[in-house]
């Protein structure tokens, strides 16, 4: 009997909408795409018309062989890739391949995989949108020109391996300007005075900052003008000159896009951008819900748009209503809207269903699903509710001695919770207010005097880039799409154009100086107008509103002049770093060879010494003796540290057995009292730290553990990265509050490498 065929993305969506559909459809995956551009040639004719040249991916070839194979004893085949321009494109490939009649053949799209919408696409087929293969096809040709043009260039040029790309080129420059800001910046010391009040009859002071002197803002540039200020206020009069309360409200952030939600999860619950969208897939594709089967919880992750659908809108305020009473209600109904420059193709990212509540799904998901899957759901439900109205009284005092000053207080309270009582944003993009709470004054009012509070501060640079402000500044600039974010950084990163350090992305010698050169020869490559005005016109190929082949007909004629003028002005470039040869003191110079990247000496060949470098390309850590590690095969005692091809390793220098090196943090145990805790990595890249003795136990910690315990409790003190103070030592026992600076805490600077720096 002959069933119908549906053929999708992925192998667990495939899974999830077998069990939707149920018997009569025969439902397969196409593991993403299976035709491409020839990976050794260019595969773009571009002395016809663009054309390109198509192959089947080598790896996906069985694939191709089964789709074909159970097409031809479909009575109907529905192509259903993601509702984007690279699903569409999937599909158009696979009509291409599969030789089915077109009356057999359709396209469906949902932009969420439950029943009730994948039925609806079942019932609502509609032919391949041409217009969306186009764009894709246009942003696929283009990647290929600028990859395949310039990437041998600067093999030639700087270092084999490197690439180029229309996104990831403009990303690299943002990241090496910002880093010309930090290390250019001129730090500039300036003061602020607080004062301490005390209202008569109380016990408790509350703190106003200087804000006015003599009648002009305060502007105190150092220490002696600070004094001058308190001179010219000992003794003083310090009475309340106005009282000014008002109510304000603030409204509730919109539910995610796809950029808001990779930023809210870096600061929430400190998500990598990759990772993210990982996790994301894996709620959208479906979870096995015990007796429910498989389910997507959430829509379709790749979008632009806060808009919402009615049915869902009128889901969340019913269940609103129910759950918090009609207080909690919007006055009006919340719109949504597209991003700036996007295409509003698909809704907000939300739950496919309101009433499957985080805490009732929790034994089915895995603590990382549960918690994005949280985030989403609170972000949804709290952008569907009520305003918060929040009361701020600001108190100004007068204070009068041999001069005048204007002193200034302030507090907030909340009148009415309103949407915070299900979501709020993390800090990162909601400063905390204030928190203190001043006690109840009227105008005249005369206050005592306790102390003076100045404190010294310095102009800081702007933060470097981390992956949550790269991707905001993407958006905001119209650089690339929602589905090019995580590819993008996990590129620069890969290359070695980008080094991660905690949350920051730094560029890497190597990265300054590919931006360099790009940006000397392929300005507009690097431009990120221009990079943002052809993402308009490939959307305007989709709208249908220019042919692709023009938009490619106006980008290769200037960007051919750029390629052949650089191709005769540029010169060889040596990668200079900041190390110092051993053997000579002359700079190192960045190098590759088919076994990865390393140090060689600017001096070569006079001096051939060379050392090697990590994945990051740093310095390797030097061969040292393992104290306490025997060999297991001979005995010999100690065994040395090894740096190899996969990082470090314990090698006897008796028997040359290897085996793994645990990273110990020199804190033991505190569940088993046996093992030690050691650095491990989590199957999706992340470090952690969990007990030697694992299986027998299971004792971890996300941050690094120090080797002193707490002073207040004697409990376990972690290191916690901060982006822009000194890191602190915090313990870790939640009835502690015992935090310190990490340098105070434990007497140790930051590590320097042990090559001299340049």
């Not at 359709?106 to 609806?120: C, G, L, N, S």
């Not at 938009?551 to 900041?578: C, H, Q, W």
């Not at 645990?662 to 890249?685: A, H, M, N, Y």
Request: charged share 25%; hydrophobic share 35%.
């Amino acid at each position: 009997m002959s069933k119908t065929l549906v053929i999708v993305e992925s192998p667990a969506k495939a899974k999830t909408i077998s069990k939707i559909l149920g018997k009569g459809y025969v439902v397969k995956a196409s593991a993403g795409h299976v035709r491409d551009l020839p990976q050794k040639e260019i595969g773009v004719d571009v002395n016809d018309n663009f054309q390109p040249k198509y192959v089947i991916i080598p790896k996906k070839e069985d694939i191709v062989r089964e789709l074909h194979e159970s097409a031809e004893g479909a009575t109907l085949v529905y192509l259903a890739p993601d509702p984007d321009r690279e699903g569409e494109a999937i599909a158009w490939h696979l009509s291409q391949l599969l030789e089915v009649p077109p009356e057999r053949l359709k396209r469906i799209e949902f932009h969420e995989i439950t029943q009730e919408a994948v039925r609806r696409a079942v019932n609502n087929p509609r032919p391949i949108d041409i217009n969306r293969v186009d764009a894709q096809q246009a942003r696929r040709v283009l990647d290929r020109l600028v990859g395949y043009k310039i990437s041998p260039l600067l093999w030639k040029k700087i270092q084999r391996g490197l690439s180029a790309g229309r996104v990831q080129s403009v990303a690299l420059r943002l990241i090496c300007d910002r880093n010309k800001e930090i290390t250019s910046f001129v730090t500039k010391e300036y003061w602020t005075l607080h004062v301490n009040l005390l209202k008569e009859g109380q016990k408790k002071p509350f703190v106003c900052e200087l804000v006015k002197w003599n009648g002009k803002k305060s502007d105190l540039n150092n220490e002696q003008e600070t004094i001058a200020v308190q001179q010219g206020l000992t003794p003083a009069r310090y009475a309340v000159q106005s009282v000014k309360q008002r109510e304000r409200k603030k409204e509730p952030a919109p539910p995610f896009i796809t950029s808001t939600l990779q930023r809210e999860a870096a600061g929430a619950l400190n998500f990598t951008v990759k990772r993210t969208m990982k996790i994301a897939q894996e709620l959208y594709e479906g979870i096995e819900l015990g007796a429910e089967g498989p389910v997507g919880l959430i829509t379709y992750m790749r979008t632009d748009s806060t808009r919402v659908a009615q049915e869902a809108q009128a889901a969340v305020n019913e269940f609103i209503e129910t759950q918090y009473g009609k207080k909690y209600l919007p006055t009006t109904q919340r719109k949504g809207k597209a991003a700036k420059g996007g295409q509003d193709a698909h809704e907000a990212i939300r739950p496919t269903d309101i009433l499957r509540q985080p805490d009732d799904l929790k034994a089915h998901l895995t603590a990382e699903q549960y918690r994005l899957y949280r985030l989403i759901w609170q972000r949804f439900v709290g952008s569907q509710m009520a305003t918060q109205t929040l009361a701020t009284r600001t108190v100004e005092i007068e204070a009068t001695g041999t001069h005048k000053a204007m002193f200034r207080a302030a507090d907030t309270r909340t009148v009415f919770d309103g949407y915070t009582r299900v979501y709020e944003e993390s800090k990162d993009e909601n400063p905390a207010e204030a928190s203190q709470t001043l006690p109840e004054l009227a105008e005249d009012e005369v206050l005592v005097f306790k102390e003076f509070l100045p404190k010294q501060h310095f102009t800081q640079p702007p933060p470097a880039y981390s992956e949550a402000t790269l991707v905001k500044t993407l958006e905001e600039e119209g650089i690339g799409r929602p589905s090019t974010y995580a590819p993008t950084i996990s590129t620069i990163v890969d290359r070695g154009y980008v080094l991660k350090t905690g949350r920051a992305l730094n560029p890497t010698p190597l990265g300054l100086t590919v931006n360099d050169q790009m940006t000397q020869y392929f300005p507009d490559i690097v431009d990120k107008d221009f990079t943002a005005q052809m993402e308009a016109q490939l959307d305007a190929i989709e709208r249908g509103e220019r042919p692709w082949t023009t938009t490619m007909a106006e980008f290769y004629g200037p960007f051919l002049k750029s390629l052949n003028a650089a191709t005769e002005e540029m010169e060889r470039v040596l990668i200079i770093t900041d190390y110092l040869c051993e053997k000579c003191g002359l700079p190192m110079v960045q190098k590759s060879s088919k076994y990865g990247n390393f140090l060689g000496c600017s001096g070569y060949p006079q001096c051939k010494h060379t050392y090697p470098l990590t994945k990051e390309n740093l310095p390797a850590p030097k061969d040292r003796p393992a104290p306490g590690e025997s060999c297991a095969e001979c005995g010999h005692e100690p065994m040395t540290i090894v740096f190899g091809p996969y990082g470090e390793y314990l090698k006897c220098g008796e028997c040359k057995a290897k085996r793994r090196l645990l990273k110990k943090t020199g804190v033991d145990c505190p569940k088993c009292k046996v093992g030690d805790l050691v650095e491990r990595k989590s199957r999706f890249g992340r470090f952690f730290y969990g007990c030697s003795t694992y299986p027998k136990c299971d004792f971890s910690l996300w941050q690094k553990p120090l080797p002193q315990p707490c002073p207040q409790c004697g409990g376990i003190v972690v290191l916690k990265p901060r982006k822009r103070t000194e890191d602190i030592a915090d313990c870790s026992n939640p009835t502690c509050d015992f935090v310190e600076g990490a340098e105070e805490f434990t007497g140790i600077t930051p590590p320097v490498p042990e090559l001299a720096p340049a």
